[in-house]
């Protein structure tokens, strides 16, 4: 099956390659694919970083408030998937807490640790989650807490210490880079892949 490539590359020339999941997200990958296209995320910035947890960016104002779609920017709706999951890596798209039908262009990437805390595998357990996405979660780390609440969309196959570098830098009491962490230009192409 052959499934989008993106590739986003930073003001600072690294690079991070993610495969995307129009099978499972179409509404999120077309948006997203679009957008791109159009140069629409050429020159954003990450402004959201949570060191542990993700680097948010996509916004065109800059502040978390912004955003676009394909579709003379109306919202579109959560595309929840159990065949896909907050491993760290993963993309995904973000909106609203108070409304999951908010998303827009805004995406994050998950920034997580390996290794999943006892409780919350315990709840996982006790919720019926499958014992092979605990697993996924015990090995990669991840925001299982996300799952079904926000869409994923792609993951992360080359660049996750890009990730974990945005991550890691200044930010202040709003979760902003003290400075500019800008996106040069993204870009997208078909290639075959096992992964699904």
Same mark, same amino acid.
């Given at each position: 099956?052959?499934?989008?490539?993106?590739?986003?590359?930073?003001?600072?020339?690294?690079?991070?390659?993610?495969?995307?999941?129009?099978?499972?997200?179409?509404?999120?990958?077309?948006?997203?694919?679009?957008?791109?296209?159009?140069?629409?995320?050429?020159?954003?910035?990450?402004?959201?970083?949570?060191?542990?947890?993700?680097?948010?960016?996509? *916004?065109?104002?800059? #502040?978390?408030? =912004?955003?676009?779609?394909?579709?003379? %920017?109306?919202?579109?709706?959560?595309?929840?998937? @159990?065949?896909?999951?907050?491993?760290?890596?993963?993309?995904?798209?973000?909106?609203?807490?108070?409304?999951?039908?908010?998303?827009?262009?805004?995406?994050?990437?998950?920034?997580?640790?390996?290794?999943?805390?006892?409780?919350?595998?315990?709840?996982?357990?006790?919720?019926?989650?499958?014992?092979?996405?605990?697993?996924?979660?015990?090995?990669?780390?991840?925001?299982?807490?996300? *799952?079904?609440?926000? #869409?994923?969309? =792609?993951?992360?196959?080359?660049?996750? %210490?890009?990730?974990?570098?945005?991550?890691?830098? @200044?930010?202040?009491?709003?979760?902003?880079?003290?400075?500019?962490?800008?996106?040069?230009?993204?870009?997208?192409?078909?290639?075959?892949?096992?992964?699904?």
């Amino acid at each position: 099956m052959s499934n989008p490539i993106v590739t986003i590359e930073m003001e600072s020339g690294a690079v991070m390659t993610g495969e995307l999941y129009p099978e499972l997200a179409p509404n999120t990958v077309n948006n997203f694919i679009s957008l791109a296209n159009k140069g629409f995320y050429d020159g954003l910035t990450f402004h959201r970083v949570v060191y542990g947890a993700l680097v948010q960016g996509g *916004d065109d104002t800059g #502040t978390g408030l =912004g955003g676009a779609t394909i579709w003379r %920017d109306n919202p579109f709706p959560v595309e929840p998937s @159990d065949r896909l999951h907050h491993y760290a890596g993963a993309l995904c798209v973000a909106h609203s807490e108070e409304d999951a039908a908010s998303n827009l262009s805004q995406f994050y990437f998950v920034q997580a640790l390996p290794g999943l805390d006892r409780s919350l595998q315990s709840q996982m357990e006790e919720a019926g989650v499958r014992q092979e996405v605990i697993d996924a979660y015990k090995e990669a780390g991840g925001l299982p807490y996300l *799952d079904n609440r926000y #869409t994923v969309f =792609g993951q992360v196959y080359e660049g996750m %210490d890009v990730v974990d570098a945005i991550a890691a830098v @200044d930010t202040d009491e709003n979760d902003k880079p003290t400075e500019d962490v800008l996106i040069e230009k993204v870009e997208l192409a078909v290639y075959s892949t096992s992964a699904s």
